[in-house]
């Protein structure tokens, strides 16, 4: 059966659902409205940027394309005025063997193309036809006109195509910013990105490098948390990513015929951890380079324009939210440093800043070191000591029944400090009693009766329980400990050993004055010939070490004496503040004996010098 022929509007459907490339629509345009118009050839011209006209397609195609029929070139010289009038012009056309005035067998229909939506007219359809029929040719006109306005209503399309492809592009974008910002810290926006680009456009690996210093950091890598830097394929990517950085171009593989960048470490990438197809491309942010993004797609699945530039929206979209968390997701230190590499770089200059500011900041300090003076001081631990210092015994062996003071307490003269149990000894004293007055008795007696050796007897008797009376009530009486001296208990935290036996000569108590008081210091002996008396210096206190107090030094021990391992002599100073009123015996701290003005130099580094001399004997 045969296959029935098209009809005029199965061709016009076809070119309006038509979504092929612009030139061959136009083709096929051509042709359909020749068909319409029962015309035997078609061209569209367009002026070029030199004023010429130029052939956008002809219908048939000539057989020699170099050389277009003589029609043509009629056609081209009618153009302008239908250009100028935006009109359609009916022009006739004669072969170089009509005689003049002879009738015009062929005709030319010359149809202006507008802009859409506006009057100026951009080219010109050209139509021949071969009759004479003025009606024919009326009718050509009108359906070559109507089927004009095809090629705005598929300008249209495209257009509507092109901007439904922005908006794709658009909320592609949209969507993986989203995704990004989702996230506050630097590694897991990172990830994000490489992840999101991998899903939405089937990317095998999506890769992220950041600038650090003057290179190129892999920093992230689609669907993987941890790699190593020491890996292959790290490596790779990362230079892979330099090349980009240094180009400042996209770098694409495989690349066009009319590519101008260098691809060798991409190519080297993609042979050896593929094949695939891969592009590159710099993240920019405040016009300069911060990062690299590499996407990586199987070889069966090309790197396609509408990708690309999808792809690029996307990363240019979020690259500021990524710089962003880059600066600021960092410890406090690292904020700082980067901060001070900014300010420098203002003023030294972009490159080589660290190095710059190390060079300056060492010409500072040497110059700092052998030109300035300052104060230097001899260091030395202390301890605070009374002038004199009273200590209070036990009188006799017994044991404690009550203690009237507290460590560290300030006493009067005379005030009671702690009292002995006297209960064993007022039972002696009733003992010797009666037996003192038992004794004279028997003397009374003896010497009444006239016994003399007798009376004797009991008289030595009597006056050796006298004795011994005497010796108790003594005892008794000293069973009060008191102080010695006004001031402050320095030993005796006794309260907690009431009860507790003592013996004669134990020391219950130490007394001291409180405001009689010197420090001790234990000064190393490589800085004691440094010291001499009369010297003043200041020292401060553990308990207190904001308060400086001033001394003057008293003497020096001539004899060192070994502490921790170490020679030190001991140097007694007077206290020079009536603020040292208020320190007590026993107090440590660190003091400083000023000495003279020296170079810095010398003072923070005499130590080691010193040391190398001896070891080496210099």
Known sequence: MRQQAPTAADLVERLIQFDGPPQDFLRYLLAVQCRLAAAEAGVILRPGQDGDLQILTIVPTPDHPGEPPAWVGQAAEAAPKALTTGKTAIVPVHSSTDMYGTAPQNFLILVPLKYTGRAEVRGVSAFLMETQDVRTLKQSQERLELSAALLSLYEMQLMLQHRQADMRRLRDSLEVVTAVNRFDRFT???????????ARWQASRVSLGFLQGRA????????????????????????????????DVEVILPSSPEATFVSRATSRLSERHGPSNVCSFPLRHGGEVKAVLTVERPRETPLDDAAVESMRLAADMVTARLEDLHQNDRWAGAKVALGLKKGAAALVGPKHTWIKLLLIAGLALGSFLLFAKGDYTVQA?????????????????????????????????????????????????????????????AYDSARSEGKTADAQIALAQAQQAQARVQLLQDRIGRAVLRAPIDGVVVVGDLKRQIGAPVKTGDVLFEVCPAKDLRAELSVDEKDVHELKPGQEGKLATVSA?????????????????????????????????????????GMKGVAHVDIDRRHYAWIWTHTVIDWVRMKLWI
Do not use: Y
């Open 188 to 198: 897991s926006a990172a990830i994000a990105l490489c992840n999101e680009f991998a």
């Open 545 to 585: 070490p904001d308060v400086r107090l001033p001394f003057r030094i008293e003497s020096i021990n001539p004899a060192a004496e070994t502490e921790e391992k170490a020679n030190t002599f001991k140097v007694r100073v007077t206290l020079l503040s009536e603020a040292a009123n208020q320190m007590l015996p």
């Open 216 to 247: 190129i950091k892999l920093r992230a890598i689609s669907h993987t948390e941890n790699f190593s830097r020491k890996m292959q394929l790290v490596q790779d990517l990362e230079a892979a990513m330099e090349e980009c950085f240094d180009q």
């Open 381 to 441: 631990p202390f301890i605070v000591q009374a002038r004199s210092q009273f200590r209070v015994p036990a009188p006799f062996e017994g044991r404690i029944r009550d203690v009237k003071v507290d460590l560290a307490e300030a006493v009067k003269k005379g005030q009671e400090l702690a009292s002995l149990d006297t209960d064993e000894l007022e039972t002696q004293l009733s003992s010797a009693l009666a037996e003192k007055a038992t004794k004279e008795k």
